[in-house]
């Protein structure tokens, strides 16, 4: 969406994300709003609806800025190893109180399709690229079929985990994890 006016001040969306986190991490996603936002940072609600439609598109930004720098790729040398590493990684994330963000967010996005798209592209697609890197190798190092379809397995990899964070509410757990991670090799491996 283009903006109309004055181009967003780089100090004043900082302070805007920064607060907006803070809030987040401090309240809750559903605590969180524009107001109170405004208020932390200092800037009118006015400079927040020119930059973002609503709270749950400002929350959403201010958690993922935050959470960009968290993204690991391991590298073992062992595609089982490296799979197992990042999803432990990522369920581990999952059950912090930033991690339970992401299902907040989920969520939201069900109703507004802003949240939606910036989660699937800010949050997931970087991860999914991280698992696409480490099935590459692994084809690359002889570890998996040549002819496997990389995104349905990434989809195989991440979908139990949020099957039972979502849906049944079971407990994930390394046993957990590492089934998963055993089930989709059997059918990919070489």
């Not at 960009?68 to 062992?78: F, L, V």
Request: aromatic share 8%.
């Amino acid at each position: 969406m283009a903006e109309k006016g004055r181009p967003r001040s780089e100090k004043t969306e900082k302070a805007i994300l920064a607060a907006a986190y803070k809030l987040l991490m401090e309240e809750g996603f559903q605590s969180v709003t524009v107001e109170s936002i405004a208020k932390e940072a200092g800037v009118s609600k006015a400079t927040i609806y020119k930059w973002w439609p609503n709270k749950a598109a400002v929350v959403a930004d201010s958690f993922f800025e935050a959470s960009q720098q968290r993204i690991h790729t391991p590298d073992t040398g062992s595609v089982e190893k490296d799979l197992l590493l990042q999803l432990g990684n990522l369920s581990d994330f999952l059950e912090t109180d930033k991690g339970r963000v992401i299902t907040e967010l989920i969520a939201q996005g069900q109703f507004d399709p802003d949240v939606a798209n910036a989660y699937r592209t800010r949050y997931f697609a970087p991860r999914r690229l991280a698992a696409r890197e480490i099935l590459q190798r692994g084809m690359d190092r002889g570890e998996l079929k040549k002819d496997m379809d990389i995104d349905l397995s990434i989809d195989l990899i991440f979908a139990p985990l949020f099957y039972r964070m979502l849906v049944t509410g079971a407990e994930i757990d390394s046993d957990f994890i590492k089934n998963v991670v055993i089930c989709i090799l059997t059918g990919i491996k070489v």
